[in-house]
C-alpha cells in the first residue's frame, strides 16, 4: 500500500489529453471558495450619499448592513432602496438582482426600530406625512 506522500495531489497530475475541461473547471471552483469573503458595508459608508440616512446616528448606521453589489433578492422579502424613497419599502419578485452601486436595506437584517426610523426617513425626503406603522 502506497503511502500519503507517494501519492499524486489531485493538482499535481498530469491533465489528460482530449476535449474534457472538467478538471480546470473543478480547480476554478476551488479558488473561490479559497478566497477571505469581503465584509459587507454598512449605511455609515453610503450615509453622505443618502437623505434618508442624515438623520440617523451613527451607532444606528453601523446597525445597517447592505445587501451586496449582485445579490438576488429573496422573493417576498422586504427591502428599502436608499436611491428611491418615494418606493420606501417594497417585497422583492425573487428575480431581481442587486446592480454595482445600488444601495438597498433588508428589513430581515435590521432591528424593527431601525426599520421605523429608515421608512420614516424616507418620508421626511419624500414629504409624505407618517403614517402609524406596524412592526
Not at 479558488?31 to 434618508?52: C, G
Not at 428599502?80 to 417594497?90: E, I, W, Y
Given at each position: 500500500m502506497?503511502?500519503?506522500?507517494?501519492?499524486?495531489?489531485?493538482?499535481e497530475?498530469?491533465?489528460?489529453?482530449g476535449?474534457?475541461?472538467?478538471?480546470e473547471?473543478?480547480?476554478?471552483?476551488?479558488?473561490?471558495?479559497?478566497?477571505?469573503?469581503?465584509?459587507?458595508?454598512?449605511?455609515?459608508?453610503?450615509?453622505?450619499?443618502?437623505?434618508?440616512?442624515?438623520?440617523?446616528g451613527?451607532?444606528?448606521?453601523?446597525?445597517?448592513?447592505?445587501?451586496?453589489?449582485?445579490?438576488?433578492?429573496?422573493?417576498?422579502s422586504?427591502y428599502?432602496?436608499?436611491?428611491?424613497?418615494?418606493?420606501a419599502?417594497?417585497?422583492?419578485?425573487?428575480?431581481?438582482?442587486v446592480?454595482?452601486?445600488q444601495?438597498?436595506?433588508?428589513?430581515?437584517?435590521v432591528?424593527a426600530?431601525?426599520?421605523?426610523?429608515?421608512?420614516?426617513?424616507?418620508?421626511?425626503?419624500?414629504?409624505r406625512?407618517?403614517?402609524?406603522?406596524s412592526?
Amino acid at each position: 500500500m502506497p503511502y500519503a506522500s507517494d501519492v499524486a495531489k489531485y493538482d499535481e497530475r498530469p491533465v489528460p489529453r482530449g476535449t474534457s475541461h472538467r478538471w480546470e473547471v473543478l480547480m476554478a471552483v476551488d479558488e473561490q471558495a479559497e478566497r477571505p469573503r469581503r465584509d459587507r458595508r454598512t449605511a455609515l459608508e453610503v450615509r453622505h450619499e443618502h437623505r434618508v440616512l442624515h438623520d440617523l446616528g451613527a451607532e444606528k448606521l453601523r446597525q445597517i448592513p447592505l445587501v451586496s453589489d449582485g445579490a438576488r433578492l429573496t422573493r417576498r422579502s422586504e427591502y428599502l432602496d436608499l436611491h428611491d424613497p418615494a418606493r420606501a419599502d417594497f417585497r422583492a419578485l425573487g428575480d431581481e438582482v442587486v446592480r454595482p452601486g445600488q444601495r438597498l436595506v433588508a428589513r430581515s437584517e435590521v432591528s424593527a426600530e431601525v426599520w421605523r426610523a429608515l421608512l420614516d426617513g424616507c418620508d421626511r425626503v419624500v414629504g409624505r406625512r407618517s403614517l402609524p406603522r406596524s412592526a
